[in-house]
């Protein structure tokens, strides 16, 4: 009896000891495909890798392998188009963690820096871009961009509507130089673009991003809600940015026609 205890803590032992397989990172160069939701899999070769900037909170949650980032390309960039794929693969694709979705950041320079995942962008010629789901209740109230616009006027201040670089803003209450904006988008089927502008020009405080932009698309590969934050010097390109942005998807898109919503 004592003799199968012992061999039975020894299996227990050998088991607990055994090294896990290590899950394996895709690297620059690789093609990937990844499914947001059955109407958006983008599949891509990935772009440059970023740096991991851990901190003290992170350790339980950081996994590469499910990160959805596809790289940091230029904002001209042309990727390659790959066939959609077969039903039957987009049905044996996982859904990608609610913390991990697709993301790529755009350069809007030549120069060259490296994209790291800390909380503020790299430099001022980056553009961050992360691509959700809509939340629960902005399908239940059927929101896109424009009309979450029009409830964000409650915080705007009255008769501080002014037009800067194509987009129709308006002071915020909680200060003069935080700005809310929205513009067309030149992709006919967009709703807009919504920015949160802090126009703090006059300080070298980068501690904070500047401009975040926002679009709630409902009809648009199943619903999906795009954001992206820059800094404050390319405010002027943000119609640019959104155009990128689309084009992009879309060629990366390999969903099944039967499922693909353009």
Not at 62 to 67: G, K, Q, S
Not at 234 to 243: G, L, T, V
Request: charged share 25%; hydrophobic share 30%; net charge neutral.
């Amino acid at each position: 009896m004592q003799q199968r205890i012992v061999v039975s803590l020894c299996f227990v032992f050998l088991i607990g000891c055994t090294p896990k397989e290590k899950p394996y990172i895709p690297q620059e160069g690789e093609i990937v495909t990844w499914k947001q939701n059955p109407q958006l899999i983008v599949k891509a070769k990935l772009g440059p890798r970023r740096k991991h900037i851990p901190d003290q909170f992170d350790y339980e949650f950081y996994r590469p392998a499910r990160e959805h980032y596809l790289g940091q390309f230029p904002i001209n960039y042309v990727p390659e188009k790959f066939p959609v794929i077969t039903q039957e693969e987009a049905d044996s694709l996982p859904m990608p963690d609610s913390n991990r979705q697709l993301q790529f950041d755009l350069k809007l320079s030549n120069l060259d820096f490296q994209a790291k995942d800390g909380y503020l962008p790299d430099h001022d010629d980056q553009v961050r871009v992360r691509i959700e789901g809509l939340t629960m209740d902005m399908r239940k109230q059927n929101l896109d961009t424009y009309k979450t616009f029009l409830q964000r006027k409650e915080f705007f201040k009255e008769n501080s509507k002014f037009e800067k670089y194509g987009l129709t803003c308006y002071k915020k209450k909680v200060a003069d130089n935080f700005y809310g904006c929205y513009g067309k988008s030149k992709k006919y089927d967009v709703t807009g673009i919504l920015l949160d502008v802090i126009a703090l020009e006059n300080t070298a405080d980068n501690r904070f991003i500047q401009i975040r932009g926002e679009s709630y698309e409902p009809n648009k590969y199943g619903g999906i809600w795009v954001q992206w934050e820059m800094n404050l010097s390319n405010w002027d390109r943000w119609q640019e940015i959104d155009s990128a942005i689309w084009r992009l998807l879309g060629t990366w898109n390999s969903a099944p026609p039967s499922q693909e919503s353009n």
